[in-house]
């Protein structure tokens, strides 16, 4: 069996064999110190094992050779071995699944146990005890590891978490017919080197960033945001490591179209306190709001301590206003006499209406440039003016620092931000990786490790019941060198994802507590975007092949040098430039309209449409996040849901149609045609229909054929018929849940 | 102290944490019938609210505030009232016809210019924030009275765009029922053009079928949540409700028209009566082309007369029902338009005084509250900030001003808005009712 391999990891493997033959590691002898601070001197041997279980050969002054587990030993000697460590997704995965099976076997007998004890329990009435008698039954069953999911299953899954939607017919045909024994680890390769990967990706982030057109809370109508959506998607496609990503985010300056990155901090522009409490939550799972206003009631964060650390950020400012060089053009004219030249121009071309004496886009056009991020030098944090603790004055300026790991040596950075990027994504940051894994894990399995994931308790070990776990995912993810795809790559590659969903919800209790053990993942609903981008993939061939291009143009009409725009004629191309930017899409080079679409919708990934959509729109009324506040998105049912399902245009008409790529390519045109519920069951479900599914589509819905009917006549009324078995498979709860 | 609040707060952790954990299962939100109100209503006569948002930024100065003859008033002229030394302005003809009914607010002040946070703020009492979305008005009453009617929605907004703040906190299922065009009702409430009943009822055979196995295998809450959502919804496609949300259905239809307008805001209020009379508690009319930065004289006889004919025609019919003494009628706006005519022939943002209105419900009319100063350019007397706007609605509807809600994040809010007693450190309302409206 091919292993599939790990680019990044390799390529450090690679870098470490080269020390290794100059600098042998194994002839030295070095102090080494475990994580809780004692020392031993001894040669390094080499490793053994994976994840947890790793070990670390080490020599001793006798001789002999002890075994020492990696996870015990500093942040520092761990790093010293890395290198060394197995990197391979299976072996990493074995080492998950172990983790889990442990979890869940101690978790049965522990239950089993309890049940055993409950009749003598005093403390509780016969009632409290039938109902506990229940509860703990229905957890025993959530201990038992789920079957493994059968192909279609698996194909059918492992598409809509990594691409984000389910296979189209060919991807489905290629799959189930493919003998290769690895076939499965070969497709969660090619789908993390996927195109639909960096858009399923983006959708997560976007949800997450709150990434809207307008960037700003209250939508810059003039700012796009096309270069900060590529800057994500490119950064998920060319698996750009987290930790630098995140650093990125917090420490980018400049405009939109020169330093897309800079989009997360315009996002709060003017709400600096807010984006503080929002990198807690996005990138440490750790709810600090409370204390903006007063000392945090369940958690130790003082209201000190959230200003010390939005003081590292108080130089910061999103929007450039009044004079200096930051409202200066390249050439040296100022942005106002240049502006007010131009409106003349048009004024005096007749280009401007009677009553107007000013052309809004120049306007706008300042104001873009105003939106930019800074250091100003100057902190503009201070305590706010009803502070009431002991600890500080009302109003009194306040000096950056941290409140948990590392202390910050402000000298050393050239801005307190970038010491506080290099503070949330160190490695010694308590929060920042467990964060991450946490989150990531939920995509794969539907259900964070600790939940919320937005409040990760502070005192871990006594919340997450699968600490190990946990721990193991943190470790992987700093070996892995935080590659998000090689964190999927592992996740993907465990049986406990490749096994069935599990057919029971998991109690709040258990939820609450982390007590659901991942007997498999949780049966969810397709999120707003997969459930679009599904629909997407049953109206096309290749439904990656529209991107939203908008951003290629956007530097240079927003670069242009005014002076060069001198008649009326000039200024009025450049105005009709930007329009043509503004809109949505570019497809091969051509600016696509709101117009251009599929049987009256525009059926292009979610990544590429209007972010977010208007809340009328099918992606909105299936939860969609409306992009204002963290995660806030959802996947609970409605009656606008339903009533689009049943009789919207897309199930109606785009998909059902005559004309539909489903009837017509798929349908009608591959292979014969007496396969056509088989057909449309693998486009809509990745399935085969079972023999009853079978023969209940074809003769319910048989094509009201006669004799009189021509040829023509009678493809049509086969499709209509076609249509009626897709409208009923997209009406089903297979097609809206992942099992 | 800081023990002592950890023990205190124990118990709503756990709850917030645990509605925390159902939104992310996504298990909570069945559908609801009609609960039990938490507490009986206070005082308010208003039973339904019809709240006429005018998107843009409605000019005080050529609506109820006009300052004819000076030098920011324009070319607008004033219009008698009947009450001596009260004048509208030109454009609002029937409405000066009906001064007895309505009272006008001229001390409206607001803390920005921007459209999204002025209207942000207008129908929450709330300034916007990253961290969290406030609750609109209609949402805020169902939490604090219960549902008012079994099957019909609480609220409902006509004509909105995407930036309405909806529910909030208080989740979807709370959230008002979107009508983009109130001449289409319920955005696909009736099967496909061309699929007849026999041809929906096979379908639905087909969906059923093939859904089988795979319902009998995941009996999880969420997946019964939807198939209940099925069974609700095809119930209320042939339910009565429906016809209510069909406008096409009312009474002399082409008649009403010609009174109300052959316009969005004149069938938006056609609507909202149709709905309001057959239970719905709290409708927004959502009408745009305010913001007029350009040629502002040439849009008011439109835009303008179009409000006039609308709000003049509901009075009337609300009156002619009864309905008018128990229905509220509220008229608001981001802000209002700079009393400086600008280089354009428009008038650009102005959130320092603006004008809003308020009608039935307990109201009493024939009155102006509060005013602007000469110019028109800032608050003569009695300011009215968006809370207060609100809490006088919510006063007129008998909402509990100072009940506290917790926001699943365990941050408490309140209707109209909220501070902190410096004395008590009790969480009290921000918001004050308009008491001399309602003498």
Redesign the interface.
């Known amino acids: 069996m091919k292993t599939p391999t790990m680019k990044r990891c390799s390529s450090i493997l690679l870098v470490a064999g080269l020390l290794l033959a100059l600098n042998p590691l194994q002839a030295e002898s070095r102090v080494w110190t475990s994580a809780d601070g004692r020392t031993l001197q001894a040669e390094f041997v080499g490793t053994a094992g994976a994840g947890a279980s790793a070990v670390v050969k080490l020599k001793i002054a006798d001789g002999t050779v002890i075994d020492y587990p990696v996870s015990k030993l500093s942040e520092q000697d761990r790093l010293f071995v890395k290198g060394n460590l197995p990197t391979d997704p299976a072996a990493l995965a074995a080492e998950i699944d172990k983790l889990v099976l442990t979890k869940l076997k101690e978790s049965y007998y522990g239950l089993r146990d309890e049940l055993a004890a409950l009749p003598a329990k005093a403390d509780l009435t016969p009632d409290e005890k039938v109902k506990r008698k229940e509860e703990i039954e229905r957890e025993m069953l959530m201990c038992v590891p789920n079957e493994l999911t059968n192909d279609n299953q698996f194909l059918r899954r492992i598409y809509l978490d990594v691409a984000g939607r389910i296979p189209t017919y060919d991807e489905a045909e290629a799959f189930l017919n493919d003998r290769a024994p690895n076939k499965r680890a070969v497709l969660i390769d090619k789908l993390l080197d996927s195109e639909g990967f960096a858009m399923r990706m983006y959708n997560y982030f976007g949800d997450l960033l709150r990434v809207r057109e307008g960037i700003t809370m209250m939508g810059n109508g003039d700012l796009k945001v096309d270069p900060y959506m590529e800057w994500i998607k490119a950064s998920m496609r060319e698996d750009k490591p987290y930790d630098q990503m995140v650093r990125e985010l917090l420490t980018a300056k400049g405009k939109i179209w020169e330093e897309p990155a800079v989009g997360y901090l315009v996002s709060d522009q003017g709400m600096r306190l807010c984006n503080l409490s929002n990198t807690f939550t996005i990138f440490m799972g750790t709810e600090i709001t409370c204390a903006q206003c007063h000392d945090h009631p369940f958690e130790e964060v003082y209201q000190m301590d959230f200003f010390k650390m939005a003081a590292f950020m108080g130089e910061v400012e999103t929007s450039a206003r009044g004079g200096g060089n930051m409202m200066m053009m390249s050439g040296g004219a100022d942005y106002r006499a240049e502006v007010d030249r131009m409106n003349k121009v048009l004024k005096d071309a007749g280009k401007l209406r009677p009553n107007q004496n000013e052309d809004q886009n120049l306007g706008q056009w300042i104001g873009t440039h105003r939106m930019q991020v800074v250091d100003s030098g100057n902190n503009a944090v201070k305590l706010p003016h009803d502070y009431h603790y002991d600890d500080g004055e009302p109003n009194a300026p306040v000096k950056p620092d941290t409140y948990f790991g590392e202390k910050m040596d402000l000298s050393k950075f050239e801005t307190p931000r970038e010491a506080f990027a290099d503070w949330v994504v160190s490695p010694g940051n308590p929060r920042f990786t467990i964060n991450a894994v946490n989150r990531f894990w939920k995509i794969a399995f539907g259900l964070a490790q600790v939940e919320p994931v937005y409040n990760i308790p502070g005192h871990l070990d006594g919340q997450a019941q699968n600490y190990e776990l946990l721990s193991f995912l943190e470790t992987m993810m700093k070996d892995l060198d935080y590659s998000v795809k090689d964190f999927f790559r592992v996740l993907y590659n465990s049986q406990t994802y490749q096994r069935e969903a599990e057919t029971l919800t998991p109690s709040l209790t258990q939820v609450d507590k982390g007590t659901y053990h991942f007997p498999g993942p949780v049966l969810r609903r397709m999120t707003a975007e997969q459930i679009w981008d599904s629909l997407v993939a049953l109206t096309t061939a290749d439904p990656e092949s529209v991107t939203r291009k908008g951003w290629e143009d956007y530097k240079t009409i927003m670069n242009v040098d005014f002076s060069s725009l001198k008649t009326a004629d000039d200024i009025l191309k450049w105005k009709e430039d930007w329009s043509n930017a503004s809109k949505l899409v570019k497809y091969n080079g051509d600016v696509v309209s709101r117009e251009d679409n599929v049987g009256g919708a525009q059926m292009f990934r979610a990544s590429e449409l209007r972010q977010p959509m208007p809340s009328d729109h099918f992606l909105r009324m299936f939860g969609q996040s409306d992009k204002q506040l963290i995660e806030n998105q959802f996947s609970t049912g409605s009656s606008p849901q339903v009533m689009a399902l049943l009789n919207g245009e897309i199930t109606n008409r785009v998909l059902t149609s005559p004309d539909a790529y489903l009837v017509k390519e798929i349908a009608f045109g591959k292979g014969s045609k007496r396969d056509n519920v088989d057909k449309i069951f693998l486009s809509v479900l990745s399935r085969y229909p079972t023999s009853q599914e079978k023969s209940m589509a074809q003769s319910g819905m048989r094509a009201k054929t006669d004799r009189d009917m021509n040829e023509q006549q009678k493809t049509q009324a086969e499709a209509m018929a076609i249509g009626n078995v897709i409208w009923a498979l997209v009406n089903t709860r297979e097609f809206l849940f992942i099992q | 102290m800081?023990d002592a609040?950890?023990r205190?707060?124990q118990l709503s952790?756990?709850q917030f944490?645990?509605r925390?954990?159902?939104?992310?299962?996504?298990?909570?939100?069945l559908?609801i019938g009609a609960a039990k109100p938490l507490r009986a209503a206070g005082g308010g006569k208003a039973e339904h609210v019809i709240f006429f948002y005018m998107s843009g930024g409605m000019t005080h100065m050529e609506t109820f505030d006009p300052k004819p003859g000076t030098e920011t008033g324009g070319a607008t002229k004033g219009i008698d009232t009947g009450v001596a030394g009260v004048q509208l302005a030109e454009f609002m003809p029937e409405l000066a016809k009906r001064f007895k009914d309505i009272a006008v607010i001229r001390s409206m002040t607001q803390k920005t210019g921007?459209?999204?946070?002025g209207a942000?703020w207008m129908r929450t009492s709330y300034e916007?924030?990253?961290?969290?979305?406030h609750p609109s008005m209609g949402p805020w009453a169902q939490t604090l009275l219960g549902k008012k009617h079994d099957t019909l929605p609480d609220s409902v907004v006509i004509g909105?765009?995407?930036e309405?703040p909806g529910a909030g906190f208080f989740?979807?299922?709370l959230a008002p029922?979107?009508i983009?065009d109130p001449d289409k009702g319920?955005?696909?409430?009736?099967?496909?053009e061309g699929?007849g009943e026999d041809?929906f009822d096979?379908?639905?055979?087909?969906?059923n079928?093939?859904?089988e196995?795979?319902?009998r295998?995941?009996?999880?809450?969420?997946?019964k949540?939807?198939?209940q959502?099925?069974e609700?919804?095809?119930k209320?496609?042939k339910s009565e409700d429906l016809e209510t949300f069909d406008l096409m259905k009312e009474k002399d239809y082409d008649q009403k028209v010609q009174r109300y307008g052959n316009t969005r805001v004149g069938k938006g209020a056609m609507l909202a009566k149709r709905l309001v009379s057959s239970g719905v508690r709290f409708v927004e009319v959502v009408s745009g082309g305010w913001d007029m930065?350009?040629?502002l004289w040439s849009a008011m006889p439109q835009t303008g007369g179009q409000l006039d004919q609308a709000l003049a025609s509901l009075i009337d019919d609300l009156k002619a029902d009864g309905l008018f003494e128990k229905t509220l009628i509220c008229v608001g706006t981001e802000f209002g338009r700079t009393p400086v005519i600008n280089?354009?022939?428009?008038r650009d943002h102005h959130p320092r005084v603006f004008s809003t209105m308020f009608a039935g419900g307990g109201i009493s009319g024939g009155q102006v509250y509060g005013a602007s100063d000469e110019k028109g350019i800032a608050v003569k007397e009695n300011p009215v900030e968006a809370k207060d706007f609100n809490a006088t609605i919510a006063y007129a509807m008998g909402l509990d001003l100072n009940k506290v809600i917790y926001a699943p994040?365990?941050?408490p809010f309140l209707v109209a808005g909220h501070t902190r007693d410096p004395k008590t450190d009790q969480i009290i309302t921000e918001g004050h009712p308009i008491m001399p409206l309602f003498s």
Do not use: C, W
Not at chain 2, 128 to 133: E, F, K, Q, S
């Open positions: 800081k609040l950890n205190l707060d952790r756990r944490v645990a925390a954990a159902k939104t992310a299962l996504g298990v909570s939100i559908p921007d459209h999204r946070g942000y916007p924030r990253a961290t969290i979305i909105g765009g995407g309405h989740g979807p299922a029922l979107p983009g319920v955005q696909n409430a009736r099967p496909f699929v041809l096979k379908r639905l055979d087909l969906m079928t093939f859904d196995s795979f319902r295998k995941f009996q999880t809450d969420e997946v949540a939807y198939t959502f099925y609700e919804t095809l209320l496609m930065h350009n040629d280089v354009n022939g428009g994040s365990g941050r």
